[in-house]
């Protein structure tokens, strides 16, 4: 998990993420992964559709309101983010509305994570599925195929008092070789080429052999 | 209440812009709160036992070996390669293809299956793949000059040169050692629950402890090899001042600035530790009769610290000054009187360099296991991050700027001197390095490590805006990261280094430093501005000393020959 966390946050940075939103991209992909949800299938797909993007763009206009994106669009982490930083702001019990939102599943993190902070018990809807959790547990009901959806024209957000629990967390996943070269290719863009003067100067050895 | 806390008053911890400086950091020394200490009170407490569990070595010294560390609940196993490599193949850099001798540590004992697998991954390094039953992996080359030297001595029946030990220390140095998740290894947070886990970098310490021991083993059975009969055994003595060599480059700076929360928890342990001690009223007389034999102890193990760099030698000097001169008031001035470690720490602030100040802090924890160990509790961090809080205001966010940063507001980040440095990785082994802003083109490869410039564009940015933290980041996305270090500093004060860390003074070896003094390594030797090599275990027992030997003062060795 922890080299499934490195990459997303170096590919989300490639991808041209400032290093925050790498951050948050990259814990988000580490929760769906330990969650059995196709973290890293979801991020390829995510930041090949905004690669290079101004991410204030597709962040929420404000929080009040159905959200929207400024460009249109709502990135799911940008907009996950602003759903994390006004939970304490907002009643528990408020429904948040989202419209257009790329990879919609990416918003289950975030959701998933204010949930454990402040005990509660949300639901998401998107297109055909509903997907619960109180951080820790994930109750999915409806078409699993939307979990992979690559948008949905509206996500909801709404308070849920009456769950059962299914403990669906691991630890280690199985990765898709070609989703992984797909991240690697973006987060290799945070790469220098190596020159015989980086290699030198740059980590400050002279020495390439034993000297001792 | 105990009679360590009725004979305190307090004393504050040091204030994090004093502790949290370059310069402070790179005079950091290793205390009863380092790794490796806190590994072998556990090893000796908890009673556990080792074997050698395979030894397929040829005579020229090729094969594999097992070491297995049996505790109360469970077993490792370091499972170790040894190879035959060429003097012009031997390399320390991290871009390096081949080695002396290659290692993982097993999550139990092996069979045969799995030496089959490791056997076919191990020696590759970062080129193959390990499984979540290994929970390190790494690779050593000899010190070539000094392996000879035993190898040669001892075949002929006759002891190694001490003098010649000590100019080096070790006979193989480990130039990486992988843990948490490189590879294919298990994650930290499989085996942090584990009791003899839950301390930092426990891994990596047990794996190097039992290196140094198979290192010993394969040198002996060269040895006894080449010289038959007449070969004699290393004598223990000797073997114990030898410990494990490290180089370390700068693949370990980012680290420290990357785990704000973790090394706030190792600086306000000791920074914790040390006011405690400040605060005891008086000192028995066995706690001043501890202290001065360890510090004299300590005189002959910084006597043998030795470097080719000017500004350690420098360093080195000083302390030796500092160390002579607290040796000469401590005869004039018992430490019988009202808060004499307080008074002891505040009079070296006054007159002892910082080299000086904190190997005094680190050596007066030493009597007081009782008031510091546990500690030791409060070191890790299993936390995760947290979350944004999006309901502060900007005015509360410029006011923690302006009281945990006010370092770096003070840095006028307009001139080139501020911001000459940049940090980026090399696609070669995804190796950090630093580089010039102003004479390579990098700047699209810059890795945030200087949150100092960043947090004052975050400053800069928010001045006089009435919003919340919240509202502020829906259009503004990229001072997330810095938000998030700055709400940190509400619980975490220490999670900062306070110092301009891309300036062009900036040298990254303090980094290394401060880190690798938690780990509790000794001998600090840099090379350049930017690696160093360092001792870890010198003078600790072997596994099977352990039992009859002191496994927590070992750091401040007797004098040769003397009983221990």
């Given at each position: 998990?922890?080299?499934?966390?490195?990459?997303?946050?170096?590919?989300?940075?490639?991808?041209?993420?400032?290093?925050?939103?790498?951050?948050?991209?990259?814990?988000?992909?580490?929760?769906?992964?330990?969650?059995?949800?196709?973290?890293?299938?979801?991020?390829?797909?995510?930041?090949?559709?905004?690669?290079?993007?101004?991410?204030?763009?597709?962040?929420?206009?404000?929080?009040?309101?159905?959200?929207?994106?400024?460009?249109?669009?709502?990135?799911?982490?940008?907009?996950?983010?602003?759903?994390?930083?006004?939970?304490?702001?907002?009643?528990?019990?408020a429904?948040?509305?989202?419209?257009?939102?790329?990879?919609?599943?990416?918003?289950?993190?975030?959701?998933?994570?204010?949930?454990?902070?402040?005990?509660?018990?949300?639901?998401?809807?998107?297109?055909?599925?509903?997907?619960?959790?109180?951080?820790?547990?994930?109750?999915?009901?409806?078409?699993?195929?939307?979990?992979?959806?690559?948008?949905?024209?509206?996500?909801?957000?709404?308070?849920?008092?009456?769950?059962?629990?299914?403990?669906?967390?691991?630890?280690?996943?199985?990765v898709?070789?070609?989703?992984?070269?797909?991240?690697?290719?973006?987060?290799?863009?945070?790469?220098?080429?190596?020159?015989?003067?980086?290699?030198?100067?740059?980590?400050?050895?002279?020495?390439?052999?034993?000297?001792? | 209440?105990?009679?360590?806390?009725?004979?305190?008053?307090?004393?504050?911890?040091?204030?994090?812009?004093?502790?949290?400086?370059?310069?402070?950091?790179?005079?950091?020394?290793?205390?009863?709160?380092?790794?490796?200490?806190?590994?072998?009170?556990?090893?000796?407490?908890?009673?556990?036992?080792?074997?050698?569990?395979?030894?397929?070595?040829?005579?020229?010294?090729?094969?594999?070996?097992?070491?297995?560390?049996?505790?109360?609940?469970?077993?490792?196993?370091?499972?170790?390669?040894?190879?035959?490599?060429?003097?012009?193949?031997?390399?320390?850099?991290?871009?390096?293809?081949?080695?002396?001798?290659?290692?993982?540590?097993?999550?139990?004992?092996?069979?045969?299956?799995?030496?089959?697998?490791?056997?076919?991954?191990?020696?590759?390094?970062?080129?193959?793949?390990?499984?979540?039953?290994?929970?390190?992996?790494?690779?050593?080359?000899?010190?070539?000059?000094?392996?000879?030297?035993?190898?040669?001595?001892?075949?002929?029946?006759?002891?190694?040169?001490?003098?010649?030990?000590?100019?080096?220390?070790?006979?193989?140095?480990?130039?990486?050692?992988?843990?948490?998740?490189?590879?294919?290894?298990?994650?930290?947070?499989?085996?942090?629950?584990?009791a003899?886990?839950?301390?930092?970098?426990?891994?990596?310490?047990?794996?190097?402890?039992?290196?140094?021991?198979?290192?010993?083993?394969?040198?002996?059975?060269?040895?006894?090899?080449?010289?038959?009969?007449?070969?004699?055994?290393?004598?223990p003595?000797?073997?114990?001042?030898?410990?494990?060599?490290?180089?370390?480059?700068?693949?370990?700076?980012?680290?420290?600035?990357?785990?704000?929360?973790?090394?706030?928890?190792?600086v306000?342990?000791?920074?914790?530790?040390?006011?405690?001690?400040r605060?005891?009223?008086?000192?028995?007389?066995s706690?001043?009769?501890?202290?001065?034999?360890?510090?004299?102890?300590?005189?002959?193990?910084?006597?043998?610290w030795?470097?080719?760099?000017?500004?350690?030698?420098?360093?080195?000097?000083t302390?030796?000054?500092?160390?002579?001169?607290?040796?000469?008031?401590?005869?004039?001035?018992?430490?019988?009187?009202?808060?004499?470690?307080?008074?002891?720490?505040?009079?070296?602030?006054?007159?002892?360099?910082?080299?000086?100040?904190?190997?005094?802090?680190s050596?007066?924890?030493?009597?007081?296991?009782?008031?510091?160990?546990?500690?030791?509790?409060?070191?890790?961090?299993?936390?995760?991050?947290?979350?944004?809080?999006?309901?502060?205001?900007?005015?509360?966010?410029q006011?923690?700027?302006?009281?945990?940063?006010?370092?770096?507001?003070?840095?006028?980040?307009?001139?080139?001197?501020?911001?000459?440095?940049?940090?980026?990785?090399?696609?070669?082994?995804?190796?950090?390095?630093?580089?010039?802003?102003?004479?390579?083109?990098?700047?699209?490869?810059?890795?945030?490590?200087?949150?100092?410039?960043?947090?004052?564009?975050?400053?800069?940015?928010?001045?006089?805006?009435?919003?919340?933290?919240?509202?502020?980041?829906?259009?503004?996305?990229?001072?997330?990261?810095s938000v998030?270090?700055?709400?940190?500093?509400?619980?975490?004060?220490?999670?900062?280094?306070?110092?301009?860390?891309?300036?062009?003074?900036?040298m990254?070896?303090?980094?290394?430093?401060?880190?690798?003094?938690?780990?509790?390594?000794?001998?600090?030797?840099?090379?350049?501005?930017?690696?160093?090599?360092?001792?870890?275990?010198?003078n600790?027992?072997?596994?099977?000393?352990?039992?009859?030997?002191?496994?927590?003062?070992?750091?401040?060795?007797?004098?040769?020959?003397?009983?221990?």
């Amino acid at each position: 998990m922890n080299e499934t966390e490195a990459l997303a946050r170096r590919a989300a940075q490639g991808a041209g993420r400032s290093w925050g939103v790498a951050e948050d991209a990259a814990m988000a992909t580490r929760w769906l992964c330990a969650a059995n949800l196709p973290g890293l299938e979801l991020l390829a797909g995510l930041l090949e559709k905004s690669d290079q993007v101004t991410e204030a763009d597709f962040s929420p206009v404000s929080t009040t309101g159905a959200w929207r994106g400024g460009g249109g669009m709502l990135c799911p982490v940008l907009a996950g983010a602003a759903f994390s930083d006004s939970a304490t702001t907002r009643s528990v019990r408020a429904a948040v509305v989202m419209n257009h939102v790329l990879y919609p599943a990416f918003v289950m993190p975030f959701v998933g994570r204010t949930a454990s902070r402040l005990e509660c018990w949300p639901t998401v809807e998107w297109n055909t599925i509903e997907v619960s959790t109180n951080g820790g547990v994930i109750i999915i009901d409806g078409n699993r195929d939307d979990l992979n959806a690559a948008s949905a024209a509206r996500l909801c957000c709404v308070a849920n008092d009456d769950l059962i629990s299914m403990d669906a967390s691991s630890k280690r996943q199985r990765v898709d070789p070609e989703c992984w070269a797909t991240l690697s290719h973006y987060a290799h863009r945070m790469y220098a080429p190596a020159t015989e003067q980086s290699r030198l100067y740059g980590a400050g050895s002279t020495q390439t052999h034993e000297q001792c | 209440m105990s009679a360590v806390e009725e004979n305190t008053k307090n004393v504050d911890r040091r204030h994090p812009q004093q502790v949290m400086r370059l310069q402070r950091l790179g005079c950091a020394h290793q205390s009863r709160l380092s790794f490796m200490r806190i590994l072998l009170r556990r090893l000796k407490r908890e009673r556990w036992s080792f074997s050698r569990e395979a030894f397929d070595v040829n005579s020229d010294g090729v094969g594999h070996a097992i070491l297995t560390a049996r505790g109360p609940v469970r077993s490792y196993s370091l499972v170790a390669f040894f190879h035959q490599l060429a003097a012009e193949n031997r390399s320390d850099r991290v871009i390096a293809e081949a080695w002396d001798a290659t290692f993982t540590l097993f999550d139990g004992v092996p069979d045969a299956d799995d030496i089959k697998r490791l056997s076919a991954n191990v020696p590759r390094q970062e080129a193959g793949r390990v499984s979540h039953r290994e929970l390190s992996l790494s690779r050593a080359n000899r010190s070539a000059r000094l392996w000879q030297h035993v190898v040669t001595s001892l075949a002929r029946g006759v002891q190694p040169d001490p003098v010649k030990i000590a100019s080096v220390g070790y006979l193989m140095r480990t130039t990486a050692v992988y843990g948490s998740g490189k590879f294919g290894a298990a994650d930290r947070e499989d085996i942090a629950d584990r009791a003899e886990f839950s301390a930092p970098f426990q891994v990596e310490m047990l794996t190097v402890y039992l290196i140094r021991t198979l290192v010993r083993d394969l040198l002996q059975h060269q040895a006894t090899a080449q010289g038959g009969s007449a070969a004699v055994l290393l004598d223990p003595t000797i073997a114990r001042a030898i410990g494990i060599g490290n180089s370390t480059g700068l693949g370990m700076a980012p680290f420290v600035l990357n785990h704000p929360v973790l090394i706030n928890n190792w600086v306000m342990a000791r920074e914790e530790a040390i006011a405690r001690v400040r605060s005891l009223r008086y000192a028995s007389p066995s706690e001043i009769e501890f202290f001065t034999e360890i510090l004299a102890r300590s005189n002959d193990s910084i006597a043998s610290w030795t470097s080719d760099h000017p500004l350690q030698q420098k360093k080195i000097a000083t302390l030796q000054d500092d160390i002579a001169q607290l040796n000469h008031y401590l005869l004039n001035n018992p430490l019988t009187g009202y808060q004499p470690w307080n008074r002891l720490y505040c009079r070296a602030e006054q007159t002892m360099s910082v080299e000086g100040q904190e190997f005094l802090a680190s050596l007066m924890l030493e009597p007081y296991g009782e008031l510091v160990d546990g500690l030791v509790e409060c070191l890790s961090d299993n936390s995760g991050p947290d979350a944004i809080d999006g309901a502060m205001s900007l005015s509360e966010l410029q006011s923690l700027i302006q009281t945990h940063y006010c370092w770096a507001l003070d840095i006028d980040w307009d001139t080139e001197s501020s911001c000459t440095k940049l940090w980026y990785v090399s696609e070669e082994k995804l190796e950090p390095r630093i580089g010039q802003r102003f004479e390579e083109s990098l700047e699209s490869f810059e890795q945030p490590l200087a949150p100092g410039r960043d947090v004052f564009q975050l400053h800069k940015a928010t001045r006089g805006v009435d919003q919340t933290v919240a509202a502020f980041l829906l259009r503004h996305p990229q001072h997330r990261h810095s938000v998030r270090r700055v709400q940190l500093m509400r619980t975490a004060p220490y999670a900062e280094v306070r110092d301009n860390t891309i300036d062009a003074a900036m040298m990254p070896i303090d980094l290394l430093r401060y880190k690798l003094a938690f780990f509790g390594a000794t001998q600090f030797d840099p090379r350049s501005d930017r690696w160093l090599r360092i001792c870890l275990y010198a003078n600790a027992p072997y596994p099977e000393e352990l039992s009859h030997q002191d496994a927590d003062f070992w750091p401040y060795p007797h004098q040769t020959g003397a009983a221990v």
